[in-house]
């Protein structure tokens, strides 16, 4: 069995300060872990993911994810926010390799403030 | 290259018809996913369809049917529609797996129940 638990469903920052939305993961096996962001009426888009290469992924847009096995988490941060970057982010686990399920987390709608 | 077209964008349909989705995955994608999106309840999986056969299904009654044609387009169908199916339903199509390789997801489909 496999989860993700997003912890905050709202998260609000400041123009320019540091982006941290939080990720924790549950899986019977080395997972792979992704990190999606939405935005309004639209569809899902990839920014990064980890399937068990180096643990620091970097992504598109500025974002980019640590995996620690030790503490079961795999968050996404941005150094500095920009007001392009308020969406709902869901962050998602899937058994390594081949066809799997991917399993969703709940969501982050992170409010950048100007 | 063409991305993810889902069809229609929005549908208002009555409790107790039937509904079909479309959804066109990017050119040589053999993989398509379904989600359901709801405040409540978060992304779900529905099904995935890879080269015309079910691989994969989510936890769903058996109202929720899909498949998939020799041009990897495909289809999902609700019967006897209820006020909860009400939701969006996103459709995401990648090369080989949601997991694999990089998925794109279609802008959804917006299904009101009433």
């Known amino acids: 069995a496999q989860s993700v638990t997003q912890l905050g469903s709202h998260v609000s920052v400041s123009e320019g300060a540091l982006v941290l939305l939080r990720c924790n993961y549950s899986?019977?096996?080395?997972?792979?872990l992704f990190w999606y962001v939405q935005y309004p009426n639209q569809g899902l888009q990839l920014l990064l993911k980890y399937t068990s290469a180096a643990t620091l992924v970097k992504g598109i847009n500025g974002f980019e994810a640590e995996f620690k096995k030790s503490e079961t988490s795999f968050h996404l941060t941005k150094p500095s926010a920009h007001m392009s970057d308020a969406a709902e982010y869901f962050c998602a686990v899937s058994p390594p390799g081949g066809y799997q399920k991917v399993t969703f987390g709940t969501g982050t709608k992170l409010q950048v403030i100007p | 290259k063409a991305g993810v077209t889902q069809t229609p964008r929005y549908l208002i349909k009555t409790r107790g018809q039937q509904v079909t989705l479309s959804c066109s995955p990017i050119s040589g994608h053999r993989s398509v996913s379904w989600y359901q999106q709801t405040p409540g309840q978060g992304l779900q999986f529905l099904f995935e369809y890879f080269s015309e056969t079910q691989r994969n299904k989510g936890n769903f009654p058996g109202r929720f049917s899909g498949r998939q044609f020799s041009n990897s387009r495909s289809e999902m169908n609700v019967s006897t529609l209820e006020l909860g199916d009400s939701a969006l339903y996103l459709c995401?199509?990648?090369?080989?797996?949601?997991?694999?390789?990089?998925?794109?997801f279609g802008q959804g489909t917006r299904l009101t129940v009433v």
């Open positions: 995401a199509s990648s090369l080989e797996g949601l997991d694999s390789t990089e998925a794109f």
């Open positions: 899986s019977s096996v080395p997972p792979y």
